[in-house]
């Protein structure tokens, strides 16, 4: 059996990733929305696209070693419960941003490019969040 500490340990070194990641992909694809320059747009929608994806895999690992810790809570109570008010929801947005820009081949319209924009921003604050709540977590041990 696995020490509860290196769950700790092991849950702090995979969250750090994905949340890197998801800011990383909403300043890249904020760059390609607001370019005039094709090939430009073309690069960091590229890079916005391998984040996103990465940062989502990664988000697993992030999931399952939180869950091993908490023992399945859930939701749990108090700091616990902020800490996850945050990270589900920026959870299934991100595998959802990350499978709609798996599945997608051609440039989205300029609509689907906005509200993709829109979710991954709000993705990111809602990761931005759960990290802060997580750090609380810490505080509080």
Same mark, same amino acid.
């Given at each position: 059996?696995?020490? @509860?500490?290196?769950?700790?340990?092991? &849950?702090?070194?995979?969250?750090?990733?994905?949340?890197?990641?998801?800011?990383?992909?909403?300043?890249?694809?904020?760059?390609?929305?607001?370019?005039?320059?094709?090939?430009?747009?073309?690069?960091?929608?590229?890079?916005?696209?391998?984040?996103?994806?990465?940062?989502?895999?990664?988000?697993?690992?992030?999931?399952?070693?939180?869950?091993?810790?908490?023992?399945?809570?859930?939701?749990?109570?108090?700091?616990?419960? &902020?800490? &996850?008010?945050?990270? /589900? @929801?920026?959870?299934?947005?991100?595998?959802?941003?990350?499978?709609?820009?798996?599945?997608?081949?051609?440039? @989205?319209?300029?609509?689907?490019?906005?509200?993709?924009?829109?979710?991954?921003?709000?993705?990111?604050?809602?990761?931005?969040?759960?990290?802060? /709540?997580?750090?609380?977590?810490?505080?509080?041990?």
């Amino acid at each position: 059996m696995i020490e @509860p500490s290196v769950w700790s340990k092991l &849950h702090g070194a995979a969250t750090h990733f994905p949340i890197a990641l998801m800011i990383i992909s909403a300043l890249c694809d904020g760059v390609s929305f607001f370019s005039n320059d094709a090939g430009l747009r073309r690069s960091y929608r590229f890079t916005g696209t391998l984040t996103i994806v990465l940062g989502a895999l990664g988000s697993y690992a992030a999931v399952l070693t939180g869950l091993v810790m908490t023992k399945g809570q859930i939701w749990g109570h108090a700091t616990l419960l &902020h800490h &996850h008010q945050f990270i /589900w @929801p920026a959870f299934a947005l991100m595998t959802g941003l990350a499978t709609w820009r798996s599945v997608s081949s051609t440039e @989205p319209s300029r609509k689907a490019a906005a509200i993709y924009l829109v979710l991954l921003i709000l993705s990111a604050g809602l990761v931005s969040g759960a990290g802060y /709540w997580g750090g609380e977590l810490l505080n509080q041990g």
